[in-house]
């Protein structure tokens, strides 16, 4: 069993920037792909980006890319997701997960068996 905790959400003007992090204890944090979601209201939940197990390799919606940057700390069981040039459009709770067992497509929910509680990013116009 894995958990995570999100921090890092809040409110924010557009063209402005967050860093979320994602803590994770219960299991050995290198064994697993870890990646971003977010759900906007009256939306379903979207892959944002996820970084294999080493850091080595990342992979982006075509949404987001160029502008938010997802790296991992293995040291300190902790992803993080920077978000820079942040618009109204990215306004969603983000949630970071943790591959399932047997993994599989890097952007699909069912790739992931773990999930954080969300946190709250709005960015203003």
């Known amino acids: 069993q894995v958990q995570l905790v999100e921090s890092g959400g809040g409110l924010v003007q557009a063209g402005g920037s967050l860093r979320l992090s994602c803590a994770a204890s219960?299991?050995?944090?290198?064994?697993?792909?870890m990646g971003w979601f977010r759900q906007a209201p009256g939306k379903e939940r979207q892959f944002v980006a996820t970084?294999?197990?080493?850091?080595?390799?990342?992979y982006y919606a075509d949404s987001v890319k160029g502008r938010f940057t997802i790296y991992r700390d293995n040291a300190k069981n902790t992803v993080y997701l920077q978000m820079n040039s942040l618009k109204p459009e990215d306004t969603a709770v983000y949630y970071c997960?943790?591959?399932?067992?047997?993994?599989?497509?890097?952007?699909?929910?069912?790739?992931?068996?773990?999930w954080g509680q969300g946190t709250q990013v709005t960015v203003t116009s």
């Open positions: 970084t294999t197990r080493s850091g080595g390799s990342t």
């Open positions: 219960g299991r050995t944090f290198t064994n697993y792909a």
């Open positions: 997960a943790a591959e399932r067992p047997g993994g599989g497509v890097y952007s699909r929910e069912s790739t992931y068996g773990y």
